[in-house]
């Protein structure tokens, strides 16, 4: 049997995971009366919930094809920019990729991020226009825009020569030629088998056993489970083995407890071992970790490991210190918060901790607000406690001149005509600078620019706003320039509490003309904590509490039940990005609340002057 390893890379939302729900049931993989779920692959709940890949996964299949029976191992990688350090790594364990651009957006940021990565590893790519079934593909187009893009990125003449193939994944079916309709997905099998190289380790069976780690997870039973592929030897149950870090140092010796192979869905322990080119996940190590290698008692070298982009936004995270501390979440000491971080920065390398000279706080760094965003949304899913600073840029210095440089993302907007003046008018005063414009079909313009990753801090909210949410704007990291001095956000002033207590109808009744509220009647509110925001561009002291006076004169009519304006609930994404430098966001598994950093009026006054 032949064997092939393949990665599905594209832009957010081009249909990678829909795409292996097809290959997956069109090769046989479940039962004819299996249930099923869409995307199958996406199984984390967050994943789930925003409709997004965040963590890479490996599944396999068989195809019994022209070329004879072939288990093509495929990995779906993740499409958004903040989630890109996984898709680094994973290149480096396959000898082929697909990529796929959908038809009607045709080539975006992360596309050009992706192809970049893999024409840099030396994949040869086979390109893949899916939803070309949608009433505004244009598939002519977009494939001339995929070439021009594989010319523009450096691809070599032999990556150039690039196979392409039409494909609807939701509908699961792919054709070499339009005109010619097909209703399965095996001319994309059979490109697959023919154009993938064979993993060039299969000649390497019989060298000492070598393996680099490219994921890290954790089992309740297995314990620490790194996954690779076998660059040389055979991995069998039982075999002693040792683990070296990129600079050749040993790190611990141990031995394979279980050597576990993708089958379908499913990872099965494979007792007689794996040899060389099929990729698998191995247990019996504890301190190993991702990039290491994992190898035989005589191997002296480590395997290259693809080095990391570094993160472009950092935020501090401290433990919650509101006088509702320790009421909802049952993780609040910081050397808990400290051990939870220290784990996800170990099986996941685009981010960073480091201690801060803050009391129990700690920095964090990745690659975007999402990024961050959803390690935060898993520590409070998981019962933590903890705050929040604004994000902020990582800021490098020049080598040569020591100039101070920030990170510059591309950013590519489509959006309605009547919307594009608005846009650019706000990005430009963020420092954005226009690139290119154009028409994008369907009454639409497409904007393409560069911005400081700051400018875009908290932006996504006031765009949706601007462009009636039908706007879409997709950003990813380009370079580092010099610093392009202060932007001015422009963000309204805030309505703070200025007691402790539950809010009263009344109060927020009467506030309601101040500015939009953040919280509902009946909730528990603390001096100091954010509840509104003010129509104005300063911060004003409220009393939420304050209820109506009442009397023993009998009023002439009844008075008017109080009716109250839904408040404005954010998210923690948009809280993250809605709040000052003088400003965090208290996070709890039951509620996230905005408040200031002193909260007492007084002391927050006399801080104000002293800046």
């Not at 893949?128 to 598939?139: E, F, I, Q």
């Not at 932006?459 to 392009?484: I, W």
């Amino acid at each position: 049997m032949s064997l092939r390893n393949i990665a599905i890379i594209a832009h957010v939302d081009h249909g990678k995971t829909t795409l292996v729900d097809q290959l997956l049931a069109q090769s046989g993989v479940f039962r004819a009366n299996e249930a099923t779920v869409e995307r199958a692959m996406d199984s984390n709940d967050q994943e789930r919930e925003r409709g997004i890949t965040i963590l890479a996964k490996c599944t396999s299949v068989l195809w019994n094809g022209k070329a004879g029976e072939t288990r093509i191992n495929i990995i779906d990688t993740p499409g958004h920019a903040d989630f890109g350090g996984e898709v680094e790594r994973i290149l480096g364990m396959v000898d082929g990729c697909v990529l796929l651009v959908d038809a009607e957006e045709g080539v975006m940021p992360q596309t050009k991020f992706v192809l970049g990565k893999a024409l840099k590893m030396g994949l040869r790519p086979i390109l893949c226009l899916n939803k070309v079934d949608r009433p505004h593909a244009d598939p002519d187009r977009v494939l001339n825009d995929a070439f021009d893009l594989f010319a523009a990125m450096g691809a070599t003449d032999e990556q150039l020569d690039f196979p392409h193939i039409y494909a609807s994944g939701k509908n699961g079916w792919a054709t070499l030629d339009l005109a010619k309709p097909n209703d399965d997905l095996s001319p994309l099998f059979d490109l697959i088998v023919d154009h993938v190289p064979a993993p060039k380790a299969e000649a390497r069976k019989d060298e000492p056993f070598q393996i680099l780690s490219v994921l890290i997870e954790s089992d309740p039973f297995l314990g620490r489970l790194l996954t690779g592929r076998i660059e040389a030897g055979k991995a069998v149950p039982g075999m002693p083995i040792k683990a070296l870090s990129r600079d050749g140092k040993e790190i611990e010796r141990g031995r394979i407890t279980k050597v576990l192979a993708f089958r379908g869905l499913k990872r099965q322990p494979i007792d007689g071992g794996a040899e060389a080119g099929d990729i698998v996940a191995i247990a019996g190590l504890s301190k190993a970790t991702v990039a290491d290698t994992l190898c035989a008692l005589e191997v002296t070298e480590a395997l290259p490991a693809q080095p990391i982009d570094p993160p472009t936004i950092s935020m501090t995270v401290s433990v919650n210190d509101s006088p509702l501390a320790g009421r909802e979440g049952d993780k609040v000491q910081s050397r808990v918060i400290a051990a939870r971080l220290q784990k996800e920065a170990e099986s996941n390398v685009a981010i960073r901790v480091t201690e801060t000279s803050e009391k129990d706080a700690y920095e964090v760094a990745g690659r975007g607000e999402l990024q961050l965003g959803v390690l935060i949304e898993s520590m409070r899913r998981e019962g933590f406690e903890v705050s929040i600073s604004r994000p902020r840029v990582v800021y490098q210095a020049d080598e040569e001149t020591g100039e101070r440089m920030e990170p510059i993302e591309d950013v590519m907007i489509d959006v309605d005509d009547e919307f594009t003046g608005i846009v650019i008018e706000k990005l430009s005063a963020r420092k954005a600078e226009l690139k290119d414009m154009g028409p994008s079909g369907a009454g639409k313009t497409r904007i393409s620019l560069m911005s400081p990753s700051r400018s875009l801090i908290g932006y996504q909210g006031e765009f949706l706003t601007d462009t009636r949410g039908s706007g879409v704007l997709n950003r990813v990291f380009s370079h580092y320039e010099a610093y392009k001095g202060p932007i001015d956000a422009g963000r309204k002033g805030v309505l703070v509490s200025n007691s402790d207590g539950e809010t009263a109808a009344y109060a927020l009744w009467n506030l309601e003309e101040r500015g939009t509220m953040f919280v509902g009647a009946g909730e528990k509110t603390y001096q100091g904590m954010i509840i509104g925001e003010n129509s104005r561009s300063d911060d004003l002291d409220v009393n939420p509490m304050k209820a109506k006076q009442l009397t023993n004169v009998r009023a002439s009519g009844k008075d008017e039940a109080v009716r109250l304006t839904p408040p404005r609930r954010l998210t923690l994404e948009q809280a993250i990005a809605y709040i000052e430098e003088d400003e965090l966001v208290e996070v709890t598994p039951k509620n996230i609340r905005l408040r200031k950093k002193v909260l007492n009026p007084s002391f927050r006054k006399k801080r104000a002057r002293e800046d």
